[in-house]
């Protein structure tokens, strides 16, 4: 669909950021409307619009808080240990060196 950029409102962007949130990728929709926000802040600089409605909407009023997930960790006192059975890895070269 072709139509000029000063049509765009807010309420589209909110339906945009909703429809990806309810795929599953709510950090690929708060990456939306930053991406969003520049491009309209550059048709405002470049006189394309007279108003940014990006700039109307924080990610945080429309989206979901997600949940920041600590990843699996070995604790300091079995770090020796990890290192010594380390030693013994009978796989690629590589892969113990990720492990380390």
Do not use: W
């Not at 409307?33 to 394309?48: K, P, T």
Request: aromatic share 4%; proline share 6%.
């Amino acid at each position: 669909m072709s139509r000029p950029i000063a049509e765009i409102e807010p309420t589209e962007l909110v339906e945009l950021a909703k429809g990806i949130e309810t795929r599953g990728a709510s950090d690929m929709a708060k990456r939306i409307l930053q991406i969003v926000g520049m491009v309209l802040r550059h048709a405002v600089a470049h006189g394309y619009s007279k108003r940014n409605p990006a700039s109307e909407i924080r990610p945080s009023d429309i989206l979901k808080p997600t949940r920041k997930k600590n990843m699996a960790r070995i604790d300091a006192r079995s770090c020796l240990p990890f290192c010594g059975q380390l030693k013994l890895y009978q796989g690629t070269h590589l892969t113990r060196l990720a492990m380390k």
